[in-house]
């Protein structure tokens, strides 16, 4: 596998664009970024802590809504991690929740970086207007885009299945590369490594 998803570093957070860091690695060449990006409750903390073996990575809290600003990771040498805001759904006031779309969306667009963003999606939910809209708004960018299916020790093997169908086809995104993922069981962890590494080699 060409990137290691072990021993990560917090870099920075930030929340405007002239703030961002650049992230090199030892020979001056910016590192590949990847951005995490999901509902405020789709336990997108734990899958950060899991994949990259480290237990606090990503602050994870019974409070959807944490995470407020663009947090900034790397494993050295080899990639740099983007843990974006949750959406939706978040126990903060108004102003934050309306200043995620303007963060986001210029993140997004103007992080030249940037070269794969894996969506997070909660398995026992089907997708609403907004989230298919956001979905769409990805792949408008001409970034690769991995669906991760979280929390499927929730689910029956029969619902993984059909709920799976449904997202997909709900998503409009039938191409689209995806991964059931439990941190809780220890679940999928190396299925995601290999999609990663698939997207960006």
Do not use: C
Not at 41 to 57: A, R, Y
Not at 65 to 80: M, Y
Not at 113 to 137: A, C, G, S, Y
Not at 187 to 198: A, H, S
């Amino acid at each position: 596998m060409k990137f290691r998803f072990n021993n990560p570093q917090f870099v920075k957070t930030a929340v405007l664009p002239k703030d961002y860091p650049v992230i090199r690695n030892k020979s001056g060449d910016p590192l590949i970024e990847i951005a995490f990006v999901g509902r405020s409750n789709v336990g997108k903390s734990s899958l950060i802590n899991h994949l990259f073996q480290h237990h606090g990575i990503a602050r994870t809290s019974s409070t959807p809504g944490k995470t407020q600003h663009i947090n900034f990771f790397q494993v050295p040498d080899s990639l740099a991690i983007v843990d974006l805001p949750g959406y939706g759904y978040a126990k903060v006031p108004d102003a934050v929740r309306k200043s995620w779309g303007p963060m986001v969306q210029s993140y997004l667009e103007g992080r030249t970086t940037l070269k794969l963003v894996l969506f997070l999606f909660d398995i026992r939910r089907e997708p609403n207007e907004e989230d298919v809209e956001l979905m769409q708004w990805f792949l408008r960018q001409g970034k690769p885009v991995i669906l991760v299916l979280t929390k499927v020790d929730k689910v029956s093997r029969g619902e993984m299945e059909s709920n799976t169908i449904k997202i997909i086809k709900r998503f409009d995104a039938g191409a689209l590369p995806y991964v059931h993922y439990s941190a809780t069981k220890n679940m999928g962890r190396t299925q995601l490594i290999k999609k990663i590494n698939e997207e960006l080699t």
